[in-house]
C-alpha cells in the first residue's frame, strides 16, 4: 500500500499517489489498489465527523471569547477544518475509479 498512498497530513488520510498512468498498472494491481482505496475511503466519515466534533468546540469557544484577535484566530481555525471536510468529501465521492484524481 505504501507504493501507491501517501499520508496527506492536513486531510488525515492517506490518498491515492501514483506513480504511472492508471492503464500501466495491471489489472491485478489496480484491483490492490482499488481495494486499499475502498477501505481509506471507508473512514473517510469518520474522520469528517471528528473534524466536525473539533469545529463545534471551537465554535463554542467562539461563543465565548471576549478577545477579538482569539475569535478572529478561532475563525480561522474553523474555516481550516471547514476546507479539510469539504476535501474530505470530494474525496469520498471520488468512485471506485481512482485514475482521476490520483494524478494530482
Known amino acids: 500500500m505504501e507504493n501507491f498512498f501517501k499520508h496527506d497530513k492536513r486531510l ?5 499517489d501514483l506513480l504511472q498512468e492508471w492503464e500501466a ?18 473512514s473517510i466519515p469518520d474522520r469528517i465527523a471528528a473534524l466536525e466534533h473539533v469545529i463545534n468546540q471551537k465554535q463554542a469557544q467562539l461563543d465565548e471569547e471576549m478577545n477579538f484577535k482569539r475569535s478572529c484566530e478561532l475563525n480561522s481555525e474553523i474555516a481550516e477544518l471547514a476546507s479539510v471536510i469539504n476535501e474530505l468529501w470530494l ?14
Open 12 to 16: 488525515g488520510i492517506p490518498v491515492p
Open 25 to 42: 498498472y495491471s489489472s491485478s494491481t489496480q484491483d490492490y489498489i482499488l481495494f486499499h482505496w475502498e477501505r481509506i475511503r471507508g
Open 91 to 104: 474525496w469520498y465521492r471520488t468512485n471506485q475509479d481512482i485514475s482521476g484524481k490520483a494524478h494530482r
